[in-house]
């Protein structure tokens, strides 16, 4: 199983990014999918969830402003962030699964992508 995010970077306050997360080595379509984001020195954050059939979560501070969605043929899940803020700065990591903040239950996870919101 691997899970490889992409699409991080260095982005203005206001500003947007979508996170990409592609995947190989277990049926995808057939897996939920999450993000989640850790700043250094504290713990990991659940961000966003998708299910199988497309049904989507969110954290409360992330609603209305990320949006999680997956395309099955090409075996990728996608954080689209917009209206970025400073306190948004992170690793954002994809994992398999959708159990929120129930971390001993997530196998597999990605290596990371670091997300920077500042002017």
């Known amino acids: 199983v691997q899970l490889v995010e992409s699409g991080g970077g260095l982005v203005q306050p206001g500003g947007s990014l979508r996170l990409s997360c592609t995947t190989s080595?277990?049926?995808?379509?057939?897996?939920?999918m999450s993000w989640a984001r850790q700043v250094p020195g504290k713990g990991l954050e659940w961000v966003s969830g998708i299910s199988s059939d497309g049904s989507t979560d969110y954290a409360d501070s992330m609603k209305g402003r990320f949006t999680i969605s997956r395309d099955n043929t090409k075996n990728t899940v996608y954080l689209q962030m917009n209206s970025l803020k400073p306190e948004d700065t992170a690793v954002y990591y994809c994992a398999m699964g959708s159990y929120r903040n129930s971390w001993t239950k997530y196998d597999y996870w990605g290596q990371g992508t670091q997300v920077t919101v500042s002017s």
């Open positions: 080595g277990f049926t995808f379509s057939n897996s939920g």
